[in-house]
Structure formats: C-alpha cells, structure tokens
C-alpha cells in the first residue's frame, strides 16, 4: 500500500469531502474548516481543517464560539499530519481536552485475512431492528463503561433512515450479548469505517473481535468498498495488523464542553 497516497485520498474523501453521519446531522464547510452539527444525541465536531500559523488560533475561537452558540459539546478530531504542528497544544490552550490517541489503521479489504471466523459457541446476529440496538446498546455500556442511550438513538435514526449505510452486528454466547461493533459506508467513496468494537470483560482474549472485524470486511467486500479504516485502540492494533491493516498516521479527539 501506497501510504502517503492513501492517506490523501482518505483526507480527501473522508475528510474534506466528508458527508453527514446521520439524518439529523449537516456538514457544513466555512472558510478551511468542515465541521458537522448534529443534534445533541449526534456527533457535533471539526472533521478537517487546513490552517497555518498566524491564522489557527482565530479559527479556533470561532469553532468554539459556533458550537457554544449552539450549546452543543463538540470534538475537533486532529490527526498526526495536521497542521500547524502546534495544533493540539493551541487547542488545550483554548480549553479543549485532548483524549486517548489513537492510530488511523487501513486496510485494502483485497490484501486482509477474512478467515476468522467466532469461536465455538459464539453466534453472529445482524442488527436490523429496535430490539437487535438494544443489545448493541448493552454491550457498549458494559464494554467501555459509558452509557449508550447515544449510540442507541444514532443507530435506530440511522437504520430507519438508510439501513444501507450501515452494517451493525452483536455476538451472543447464548442469548447473551458480549460482543458488538458496526461499519459505516459512505456513499461514492472508496472507503468503509470500522466503529464500536468492544467485548465485554471475561469474554476477551478468545478471537471474538477478530471475528467481528473479519464479518464486517466480508460485508465490505460485497459492497464493493476497497478500503477499511479503523481508529484504534492500542489493545486492538495488534489484531488489526494481524488481520493485514496498516498504521498510517494518529489521530486524537479534543473535546471541548461549553
């Protein structure tokens, strides 16, 4: 894989070019910045941005002064080739708080092993209705440690207003659910997103992951998607890499509450 030509492409498509993640969410473009305002159950941030030194910090106070109008929390997502170099120190400096970094993984689903298949006695279920969230829902609460009445409302909106932009599945060991994760598939890009993946404690270790990551590519592949992408966490870049991912840049949310 051609790393650097990846990677604009992936900026181009993904990030200048983004489109709304859900129904109740507009992409809007001012100036050299593309930011998405959503409701306050969806996602409201800074997706890309192209800005240099003696222009950033005015950018910045006007991103914040947008969303606090708004009263809405939002997310400036900075990755590791952003400029200026400085733009994650300006953004603590403005107020905002830098979480966990991550590592943008990809993967041309043509060169990924898809072999991975659950481990005995785990099912795979798609999620397609109200009930099949729920469980998706549960897992996320358990898993992270947060609660899920927000990916609860953005998957429901999402499924009944394009259920073919997303593909969401949770693993069962019996009627139980220990695992969940979804896909997300933009319309005219290249490009399909990897998000959600978490097992619940006691059932880690044991390829269900793996699996989740491979069921989805498989999807992918159906749909005609070259690439995967993925922000990872440390504990899942090892089994990315494994299944043929490759590290490109970081990237790291800078959240700022009004």
């Known amino acids: 894989m051609d790393h650097a030509a990846v990677l604009a492409l992936f900026d181009r498509d993904m990030r200048e070019g983004a489109q709304p993640d859900g129904p109740d969410a ?37 991103q914040i002064a947008h969303f606090s109008g708004l009263g809405r929390e939002f997310e400036w997502k900075l990755y590791g080739h952003d400029l200026p170099v400085d733009l994650g120190q300006r953004l603590r400096a403005a107020g905002f708080v830098g979480q966990p970094e991550e590592t943008l993984m990809i993967g041309e689903v043509a060169d990924l092993n898809l072999d991975a298949e659950p481990p005995e006695g785990i099912r795979i279920l798609p999620v397609t209705d109200g009930a099949g969230v729920d469980l998706v829902a549960r897992v996320h609460e358990k898993a992270f440690g947060t609660d899920g009445s927000r990916l609860r409302h953005q998957l429901l909106a999402r499924l009944a207003a394009d259920a073919d932009t997303v593909v969401a599945v949770v693993a069962l060991a019996g009627d139980t659910p220990v695992s969940a994760a979804r896909m997300e598939l933009v319309p005219g890009t290249r490009f399909a997103g990897l998000w959600g993946g978490g097992t619940v404690e006691g059932w880690r270790g044991r390829g269900i992951y793996r699996a989740l990551v491979a069921h989805r590519a498989r999807a992918a592949v159906d749909r005609g998607y070259r690439y995967l992408q993925v922000d990872a966490m440390s504990s899942s870049r090892p089994i990315l890499e494994r299944l043929g991912f490759e590290p490109l840049t970081t990237t790291t949310p800078y959240v700022y509450t009004p």
């Open 26 to 62: 507009r992409v809007e473009r001012v100036g050299r910045i593309v930011r998405q305002v959503s409701s306050g159950h969806g996602w409201n941030g800074v997706v890309w941005s192209d800005l240099d030194a003696a222009g950033a910090d005015a950018v910045i106070a006007e």
